[in-house]
């Protein structure tokens, strides 16, 4: 079922708040795309290694959206490597010398979590000679916004790549992030990639990772505790989150639990009458840490109070 009109027109209904996000988004995007210089010990820990436990499968990590961009799967079939994600607009040739390293197998296919310039911003690079799949809302967020490497390939709620003897399923379980959010699914490995839908732990300038709601790309907080709980329905025991370390299905539910908790106290204070220039002050989320600004507080507001 093709639920694109739905999940691209929900956003905030003050225009002020909706500035402010997609001022921020641009912003981001345009750090990202210059190539920061990373200090010996950064460059480490970004550096292609084994998923502990999981034969043929590799992580080049990502912690953040502009240093180091979103963690990218690497699993090697034997006839070729899928990759999940690529991180940005100039880090195909890292993620082509870091692959090489521990595979001499040719990038087939190249998997989209979603559409933001950490995570996909090399598509055009790799679509010479491989092919680039995302969710169909993924690609309309990266036409809208004048973004390079839109797939010709794409999918609505589920699809698959068979590549040697492994398989990989793409799940689109809902909104939360933005429109376009993929689910990476291993299932013989028992393991997902997440993209955004699920982050964790400190960027690389050791501040605080929080989940971010794109509402000028079709996220929501009030759909993605739902969204979750369709990736909770996988088989899985570890997890590739867009952001952060290798972790487990507990830390999803611990995350799920979190964010439920931000939505129903946000909707708690609607109902009790706070406005939304008293909710950032209102809300106490000390216990979730996650830093979110109050800008980001008044446009969860502005969804759930809809």
């Known amino acids: 079922m093709n639920k694109t009109a739905n999940m691209t027109t929900i956003m905030p209904t003050s225009v002020l708040a909706t500035l402010i996000?997609?001022?921020?988004?641009?912003?981001?995007?345009?750090?990202?795309?210059?190539?920061?210089?990373?200090?010996?010990?950064?460059?480490?820990?970004?550096?292609?290694?084994?998923?502990?436990?999981?034969?043929?499968?590799?992580?080049?990590?990502?912690?953040?959206?502009?240093l180091s961009g979103g963690n990218?799967?690497?699993?090697?079939?034997?006839?070729?490597?899928?990759?999940?994600?690529?991180?940005?607009?100039?880090?195909?040739?890292?993620?082509?010398?870091?692959?090489?390293?521990?595979?001499?197998?040719?990038?087939?296919?190249?998997?989209?979590?979603?559409?933001?310039?950490?995570?996909?911003?090399?598509?055009?690079d790799f679509m010479p000679a491989a092919q680039v799949i995302a969710h169909e809302n993924a690609r309309a967020n990266m036409l809208r916004n004048d973004q390079a490497g839109a797939p010709s390939i794409v999918f609505g709620q589920r699809t698959g790549v068979f590549l040697g003897d492994a398989?990989?399923?793409?799940?689109?379980?809902?909104?939360?992030?933005?429109?376009?959010?993929?689910?990476?699914?291993?299932?013989?490995?028992?393991?997902?990639?997440?993209?955004?839908?699920?982050?964790?732990?400190?960027?690389?300038?050791?501040?605080?990772?929080?989940?971010?709601?794109?509402?000028?790309?079709?996220?929501?907080?009030?759909?993605?505790?739902?969204?979750?709980?369709?990736?909770?329905a996988l088989d899985f025991d570890t997890v590739i989150p867009g952001h952060g370390p290798i972790l487990t299905r507990t830390d999803v539910r611990i995350f799920r639990g979190k964010f439920n908790q931000l939505v129903t106290r946000i909707t708690s204070l609607i109902e009790s009458g706070i406005g939304r220039d008293e909710i950032a002050n209102a809300l106490d989320i000390e216990d979730l840490n996650w830093p979110l600004t109050p800008a980001r507080i008044q446009a969860i507001f502005d969804e759930l109070a809809e």
């Open 21 to 66: 996000l997609v001022s921020v988004t641009v912003l981001n995007f345009a750090t990202a795309q210059q190539r920061p210089t990373l200090t010996p010990e950064q460059l480490e820990r970004v550096r292609i290694q084994p998923v502990p436990g999981k034969n043929g499968l590799y992580i080049i990590p990502g912690f953040d959206g502009s």
């Open 72 to 124: 990218v799967a690497v699993r090697v079939t034997g006839d070729g490597v899928i990759l999940v994600d690529n991180k940005f607009s100039y880090s195909y040739s890292d993620i082509t010398r870091q692959v090489a390293s521990v595979t001499p197998e040719p990038i087939r296919y190249v998997l989209n979590t979603h559409h933001h310039g950490d995570h996909a911003g090399s598509n055009a």
């Open 167 to 232: 398989e990989v399923q793409i799940h689109h379980f809902g909104r939360g992030h933005t429109s376009g959010d993929s689910v990476i699914f291993f299932p013989d490995l028992s393991t997902v990639h997440t993209g955004d839908l699920f982050v964790w732990g400190e960027r690389l300038d050791g501040s605080t990772l929080a989940p971010f709601i794109d509402y000028a790309n079709g996220g929501s907080a009030a759909e993605w505790t739902a969204t979750l709980d369709g990736l909770l």
